[in-house]
Structures are given as C-alpha cells and as structure tokens.
C-alpha cells in the first residue's frame, strides 16, 4: 500500500487543523494506520492509531481528548483532527500502516511496515 499524507500547515496555538492519509490499494481495510510525528531534533513520536475496522483506536497521553483518529474505508483515508492545538505539536506528521500488529506494540514506529511522506504542521504561539 502507498501512503500520501495532506492537510498540514501554519495554524495559531487553539486552533485546529485535519491531516488526510490516502492509500492506495484494495485491502485498505485490512490495515491499521498511525500517525507519528517528528519535532526537529527529537526522535519519532507516536500519536495515535486505528485499526481497519475502525473500531479501536489509541492515543498518545499528550494529544488525549485533543486529537481524533477516524477513516474511511470506502475513500481509502485515515484522519488525524487536530483541536486545540499548541506550539508542542509543531512537527511533521507522518501517516504509517501495517498488517496485523500486535495490540502491544501499536505505538512503535518499528510495527509499521508502510509510510508516508509527511506533512508540516506548524503552531505558533
């Protein structure tokens, strides 16, 4: 499957934006898609991930009751809204997917076998 992120961009701090993940391919509902995002200079961080139902999802502590994770498996799109949104998760987001990941390892990059190109997302203060 090949993955095209969208939707970032320059936003003030509480305001909101919504990434899109588009797939590619026929199976996308077998699989489960995150978000990740990396700072400059820091490590890739989990966000939040859904499986190919739709029917789980999980958050990061730090972007808990401000972030929803949904898709849409007849358009092939994974979403990311964003509310209420600080300079913290100024980064660049990046959508990943895999087949069958183990329920314990959903917020390790090393689960996801297919990535997306990212998307900026900048917060100012």
């Known amino acids: 499957v090949q993955l095209q992120a969208s939707g970032g961009g320059l936003v003030q701090a509480g305001g909101s934006l919504r990434l899109s993940c588009a797939a590619s391919g026929r199976t996308f509902s077998t699989y489960t898609v995150g978000w990740f995002r990396q700072a400059p200079g820091k490590g890739r961080e989990f966000v939040a991930t859904?499986?190919?139902?739709?029917?789980?999802?999980y958050y990061a502590d730090s972007v808990k009751g401000r972030f929803t994770i949904s898709r849409d498996n007849a358009k092939n799109t994974v979403y990311l809204s964003m509310n209420n949104l600080e300079p913290e998760d100024t980064a660049v987001y990046y959508c990943a997917a895999s087949r069958q990941i183990i329920t314990s390892t959903l917020r390790l990059a090393t689960s996801y076998y297919h990535w997306g190109q990212g998307t900026q997302v900048t917060v100012s203060s």
């Open positions: 859904i499986k190919g139902s739709g029917g789980y999802t």
